[in-house]
């Protein structure tokens, strides 16, 4: 019916392959996966692409948003490791990656009053294909509460604590749950945020925060010792960054392992 | 049970009213409802604020957020008509204002292949209560492509165009439909944008910008034109903003009735 | 020599007249003059916009850009003050308005050990020319340090605390010096960031921010107070908003007078 | 003087090293040396991070910014080559990473007129220091203008094009120069930006993207063929992002060597 020229499917003699070519930043509504009870709804950001080999001219990029639109609407730890052969297949390519990045909630109870709320955490699914095997990583992004062990002990009253941000990224199989994760995370700091505090629980995260100082060192170990004894990690990164309360700047710490 | 302290309760003696105080950024999932077949679920981002009187030291920030949590959980023309005075209840506050940032999305056929594709927007919807009377605003964002009328006129083949992004905020009583919003954006532009778009798609949306091209002057004043003849509509706003493909910064202009 | 047609002088009958059209986001490097000492580097952002007759298409974009590279190489409070004159003249227009948008530094000495060190602020200069007059307005960013008092008067040790962000906008003849306008921000904080801070510092701001705790509402008020009291201002707008160390939302108040 | 406890220094029994630990985000304003000709004033981010030992608790950030601030005022490819062992030795670490993040200018005389007009990039420097060795990297990000090669082929007018960012990372010794990066990069696209292009520049421009459209594929391509031609390069990493004029994703492509 139309007979258009295939300009993508032209030879390349420039003998070079690319490792990654496709489409990023497509957002993408979904029901998030994670474990039996965990569904939930979310709206996140796509990103697929697949490896070109070194004798083709361009891959085609409407591809990957169909392959989106016709069916990626349930996504969790067991499609994220299906996906990448599915979209290599539809390329005809020999590797391929798909990235999930979206915003997930969790409902927590105050500590003192118990009065419930959501809180919201970002998360990333990855799933990279390559020689018929997949590897599988899960990432949670969780704001925290640091309070600085130095400015604790020098200082006859208060200390200075803020919003910390932490970053696990893991490689397992089979991979954690989210909400997992964020509660290793959580465990961590000198605190954990909540939506909704009352008084008392105000009274209760503000003594907690000054009884568990914490500096970005200690957050990355602490976390870093937690992922060493899980099963089935096979790689972890922490980062964790805070966004200091008494300087313009981030301290920040990484740890791999 | 606890007898703690009620800091924010203490009067003021410095004399001036807060014109908006509460708290902003707080994300929100919730289910968009935009008309009668519009229903859809996102993720948001929330803004409550009440006007605090002179004599009062503090809000109760708990509260704002205790409102989100028990309830907002549809939202759409008639709510956001709605929520600030229940907020103003809630707070004891003489004015409140209610708001809400999120993505959305249209589905839409491609041009000739008709094949569906998803394409997402920005938008938000904002209530405001003051002396027992709400105003109501919608706004939407809308990416498209604009091709420039003198790059057209001048160059013997080809003119350069970009994605272009506009911003109609309306006060309306009713608040017209976000998807009406979005469909006049897009009949003032060189051409819409879609999600998947085949070959015979592509040659349809590149000769048909080539076909409309427009200045950002140009968009705006389209979109002048049609909001002034829509019945409801007390006031707009038109802002539209071209990532120009020849220059490293953006053109944009701005129409306000 | 090029006889290329004008496409935006032709004449418009859609009868709307434009109130702000040019360029935004141009990046531009310039001395910031500050009062008679405060000469400093920075690279910023320019925005240039004219008002456009109904009867005319479009506005000449070059003639922004060209202006700012042809001189706009210093720039402070009476600069702000010329410019948008200028700038309607060169278009043709009878209205301009002028925008820089900028980070500066202040050299500080850290509170007991005299350290040096420079803080970074961001701060905006805008000058408005309509009907042979020009309004200015200087803004500036300044991050703070915020102690709840809440959280200290009810909790039996320490306190929260974060990093807030204040923004002040003053319309004032003549405009008062950015670094000015910083120390009052300052003051009226919980404490002030530094760069460089030593162990007796940081007991030393600890110490300073529990004694001086602040709400968001506080914080503006503070500041409302001293800007009513300040000479020559017009006009004022202060917002501070909390980066809540318990909290994964910002608490605000905005007082405009 | 001041006999305050060092919590920093206290031994660690987790026996966990931190790979890095350090400032992030610290604002610096700097002298650029890009080349004997190419110093220019700007305002960057820097990142400055050590290795932590398992058996020490803490580092000491203070003297991370106490180091930039005290010296680093003209940064390129020899300090940046420099720095990480000064870094190191200043901390007492085994390893260091020093990095710049800043906006810097180029000069271009508009292709017909002449008109001469400042661009700005954005450019990163980096060096990190390992057992007695440096390794410096230079990259740069050139926004440029890509034509798709399948809209121009299939289309009968017109051809959808748009802003396309490009990024390259290189690894080499010695580093080259920051504007020749550029111009190779400029050098592959449909067609470099300016920031002021009269009329018959414009026809220019829109000519010549017309008559080089090239994929992100072709780009990074382009590029790559470039990169291992030069010499003293040991490793890059191309990437381009094309902000679709006629879609709102991005279409992406990658390629390392």
């Known amino acids: 019916?139309?007979?258009?020229?295939?300009?993508?499917?032209?030879?390349?003699?420039?003998?070079?392959?690319?490792?990654?070519?496709?489409?990023?930043?497509?957002?993408?509504?979904?029901?998030?996966?994670d474990g039996e009870e965990g569904e939930q709804f979310t709206v996140g950001r796509a990103s697929l692409s697949v490896y070109l080999p070194a004798n083709v001219r361009g891959t085609h990029m409407s591809r990957f948003v169909a392959f989106l639109q016709s069916g990626a609407d349930r996504i969790g730890s067991s499609?994220?490791?299906?996906?990448?052969?599915?979209?290599?297949?539809?390329?005809?390519?020999?590797?391929?990656?798909?990235?999930?990045?979206?915003?997930?909630?969790m409902v927590k109870n105050a500590p003192?009053?118990?009065?419930s709320g959501r809180v919201?955490?970002?998360a990333s699914l990855r799933g990279h294909w390559v020689?018929?095997?997949?590897?599988?990583?899960?990432?949670?992004r969780v704001p925290v509460t640091t309070l600085c062990p130095c400015s604790r002990n020098i200082s006859e009253r208060g200390a200075h604590n803020q919003r910390g941000l932490v970053c696990v990224a893991v490689e397992a199989e089979p991979l954690p749950r989210l909400e997992g994760l964020v509660r290793l995370v959580e465990a961590a700091a000198s605190a954990e945020l909540y939506s909704v505090l009352k008084r008392p629980d105000e009274k209760h995260v503000t003594e907690?925060?000054?009884?568990?100082?914490?500096?970005?060192?200690?957050l990355v170990r602490n976390l870093a010792q937690e992922l060493q004894a899980s099963p089935g990690i096979r790689r972890y990164r922490v980062e964790a960054e805070n966004f200091e309360s008494i300087h313009n700047h981030s301290?920040?710490?990484?740890?791999e392992g």
Chains 1, 2, 3, 4 share one sequence.
């Open 251 to 255: 301290a920040f710490a990484v740890v």
């Open 112 to 115: 003192v009053t118990g009065v």
């Open 1 to 33: 019916m139309w007979d258009l020229e295939d300009t993508q499917s032209e030879p390349d003699v420039r003998n070079i392959p690319i490792q990654r070519v496709g489409v990023r930043g497509v957002r993408h509504p979904f029901r998030l996966v």
């Open 79 to 105: 499609s994220i490791g299906r996906m990448p052969a599915e979209v290599a297949t539809l390329l005809g390519a020999e590797e391929a990656t798909v990235e999930f990045d979206f915003p997930f909630f």
């Open 208 to 218: 907690q925060a000054y009884d568990n100082p914490v500096f970005v060192e200690d």
């Open 120 to 122: 919201d955490y970002e």
């Open 131 to 140: 020689r018929g095997e997949t590897r599988s990583e899960a990432v949670v």
